[in-house]
């Protein structure tokens, strides 16, 4: 609720919910949900809407004094909480590779300084969970980042780029097309931004697959050729390539494919020194692994 009378502020400040959206790093319409429900939490109206302008009601100008107080003590007693140790909660989402690669190191040095954060950690595909930052119902979240660009309200920050190779059982030939011809081709998902890039790719050059099986994890797909199933187009960076014993690389005509992976989190987060710290972790995490 203390959200609520943040924005029931900046909204009587500006004389604007769209303003106070861009202060706020909030759209239009979840300013506007936020007054309403405060509305009617209080039993009152805030505010007079006119069109796209807003005035305080007669309401509301006599609680604004109150939700100053309101807020500034909360804020008071939240600066005399606070400790050198954030114990505050943080919602991470990671891309399945990330999770089986970069996140327990990253974990670990993170531990380091902030030994008692519980940290909330939820799977997805990146286009998932772009939308759950985006919906605020995570903090942050390690994945590949966006073809469409980066929401003004959050920030991108790289962490690698991930060459894409293709890969066939030992013994293949070692041209991509004929390999295609030969042998079923087990997918990445093309749910996912890794496995759009793919398919784009296989578009872009007229590549014909047999469709065997498709699959969301690098991992399991490099196991998969291991063991004789087909062939596939990979990131390979965080894979274990060089273990598997019965896989041959096969040379990608055109220009090299990458994924960029990176960390996407709303800019009011990175305040908090426990997030500060989580994505310090991941950098210098990703440095030592590549």
Same mark, same amino acid.
């Given at each position: ?20 959206g ?10 506007? $949900? *936020?007054?309403?429900?405060? %509305?009617? #939490? ?6 007079? @809407?006119? /069109?796209?302008?807003?005035? +305080? ?53 993170f ?9 909330n ?6 286009t998932?969970l772009? $939308? *759950?930052?985006?919906?605020? %119902?995570? #903090?942050v979240?390690?994945l590949?980042?966006? @073809?469409? /660009?980066?929401?003004?309200? +959050? ?48 578009r ?5 697959v ?21 062939c ?13 014993r ?5 040379? +990608? ?38």
């Amino acid at each position: 609720m203390i959200r609520y009378f943040r924005t029931f502020l900046v909204a009587a400040e500006t004389s604007s919910f769209s303003a106070a959206g861009a202060r706020l790093a909030l759209t239009q319409s979840a300013v506007s $949900t *936020q007054i309403r429900r405060l %509305e009617e #939490d209080l039993g009152c109206t805030l505010f007079e @809407r006119a /069109g796209k302008s807003v005035a +305080l009601s007669q309401e509301g100008r006599k609680l604004l004094p109150e939700a100053m107080r309101f807020v500034a003590l909360y804020e008071s007693m939240k600066g005399r909480a606070h400790c050198a140790s954030d114990t505050t909660p943080l919602e991470l989402g990671a891309v399945s590779t990330v999770q089986a690669t970069l996140l327990p190191g990253a974990m670990k040095r993170f531990r380091a300084g902030f030994p008692k954060t519980h940290v909330n950690i939820v799977p997805g595909t990146s286009t998932q969970l772009l $939308t *759950q930052v985006d919906a605020r %119902e995570l #903090d942050v979240a390690v994945l590949i980042k966006p @073809r469409l /660009g980066i929401p003004q309200e +959050l920030k991108w920050v790289p962490l690698m780029r991930e060459r894409f190779v293709g890969i066939a059982p030992a013994g293949s030939p070692r041209d991509l097309k004929a390999v295609l011809a030969a042998m079923p081709f087990i997918r990445y998902n093309r749910h996912s931004m890794g496995g759009q890039l793919v398919d784009r790719y296989l578009r872009r050059h007229r590549l014909w697959v047999e469709e065997g099986m498709e699959l969301d994890e690098p991992a399991v797909i490099l196991r998969m050729v291991d063991e004789g199933l087909g062939c596939a187009i990979i990131p390979a960076a965080l894979v274990p390539l060089q273990a598997a014993r019965h896989v041959v690389e096969i040379p +990608l005509p055109g220009e090299p494919m990458f994924r960029e992976i990176g960390v996407l989190v709303r800019q009011s987060a990175l305040k908090r020194a426990s997030m500060a710290a989580l994505i310090d972790a991941l950098v210098v995490e990703t440095a030592h692994a590549t």
